[in-house]
């Protein structure tokens, strides 16, 4: 069993949703995503979503497209998600942590070389924002030999028999994008997503996390009683440490204060 695999089940035991935080990886400095993970562990999430930058997020909004241009800006190399993976373990992190990223960034590694270095880095998972499953199979081999979870994403507008062929070909959990959009800061989730939710359910007990937009504790209770398994938080942490960035230790703090109460909407402690 994967340490995704087990997170969800120990969860499930608990009758709680998983909290799952994106972090840009080196937006601004790779020290800084160093201590944000530490951060938000110590805040209680459960699996890290670590972001590679690329220079067209076509998936992504404002806040992380700023983001991932830092961190471009700041010299960011592949080589580096790798490294700020392996220290993380070393600082005894032990949550999950996946990558999410586009295609042609592990294109250019190679899809071995990516894999392999991820697997010894300490990672656990891959998700690919703009591969579709049907053009995977290679990456899908490459992941499957180094034992790490493919993620992939369903819309709310995927067709029934293509959320089962989704389903078919995930391991892990599967990302439910709540809005037919980028990600960002939002007000609320609209109903397609749960919509989509129940769609999913009524296919079988897969782990779902729901992402874009997820924004506040409400968001987040709302999601679990929804049937998500999970939610996934990026932007609104973004502009968090965005709005303190000329105090980090002020930035950290409220980081895992808002991280904390976030986590605290998996267990229906806001309500």
């Keep these: 069993m994967s340490g995704i695999a087990s997170v969800f089940n120990m969860l499930k035991q608990k009758k709680e949703g998983a909290y799952i935080p994106y972090i840009c990886a080196g937006d601004p400095t790779m020290s800084f995503s160093l201590r944000l993970i530490k951060a938000l562990s110590d805040a209680g999430a459960d699996i890290m979503e670590i972001g590679m930058p690329f ?38 992190i032990k949550q999950p942590m996946v990558v999410m990223t ?22 656990d998972g891959i998700l690919v924002v703009d591969l579709l499953p049907e053009d995977s ?6 992941a499957s030999g180094q034992e790490l979870d493919m993620i992939r994403l369903i819309a709310t507008n995927t067709p029934e028999k293509r959320i089962e062929n989704i389903l078919s070909k995930s391991s892990g959990f599967v990302y439910v994008v709540s809005v037919a959009g980028i990600t960002g800061i939002r007000s609320g989730i609209p ?31 709302s999601a679990i009683r929804a049937g998500a398994s999970a939610a996934v938080e990026g932007s609104k942490l973004i502009s968090i440490y965005e709005s303190k960035k000329d105090n980090e ?23």
């Design 137 to 142: 199979a290679e990456l899908d081999a490459a």
């Design 249 to 271: 230790a002020e930035a950290l703090a409220e980081v895992k204060e808002h991280a904390s109460a976030m986590k605290a909407a998996t267990r229906n402690e806001t309500q």
């Design 191 to 221: 109903q397609s997503a749960f919509d989509t939710i129940a769609r999913v359910r009524r296919k079988g007990d897969f782990p779902l996390a729901l992402g874009f937009g997820i924004s506040s504790p409400d968001d987040v209770s």
């Design 55 to 92: 220079s067209d997020p076509i998936a992504d909004g404002p806040l992380i497209q700023g983001a991932m241009q830092r961190s471009i800006a700041g010299k960011f190399k592949t080589s580096d998600i790798f490294r700020l993976i392996s220290e993380a373990r070393g600082m005894g």
């Design 102 to 123: 586009y295609y042609n960034s592990i294109m250019q590694k190679g899809l071995e070389s990516f894999c392999s270095e991820l697997r010894r880095s300490g990672g």
